[in-house]
């Protein structure tokens, strides 16, 4: 069975730090995209950043603040988010796609809550 369970949300400040995990139940091996998304309260859930293992992207107005990256090791999913804003403020969620097969699975989220 394949499961993904996030850790690593809270409250934090504006331009403070968090760094959110992602436990993986599979070696995260160039068969799998990792992703993490975001759900602000009454919105649609979106793509926040992704790692294909030897290339990274990052929506437009994370790019120099957050750093997805990947320990296969430890099959753990990062996200480190840094110089935090009002804005972030939402559910933090990880996923993983298949290559081939095209499965998606998803944590349950993680709260991250930027405010004075």
């Known amino acids: 069975q394949v499961q993904l369970v996030e850790s690593g949300g809270g409250l934090v400040e504006p331009g403070g730090s968090l760094r959110l995990s992602c436990t993986f139940s599979?070696?995260?091996?160039?068969?799998?995209?990792m992703s993490w998304y975001r759900q602000a309260p009454g919105k649609e859930r979106v793509l926040v950043a992704s790692?294909?293992?030897?290339?990274?992207d990052y929506e437009d107005s994370v790019k120099g603040r957050f750093t997805i990256s990947r320990d296969n090791a430890m099959k753990t999913l990062y996200l480190q988010m840094n110089n935090l804003k009002p804005e972030d403020t939402a559910v933090y969620y990880c996923?993983?796609?298949?290559?081939?097969?095209?499965?998606?699975?998803w944590g349950q989220g993680t709260q991250v809550t930027v405010s004075s």
């Open positions: 599979r070696l995260i091996s160039i068969n799998w995209i």
């Open positions: 790692s294909r293992g030897d290339s990274t």
């Open positions: 996923k993983a796609t298949h290559r081939i097969f095209k499965n998606d699975y």
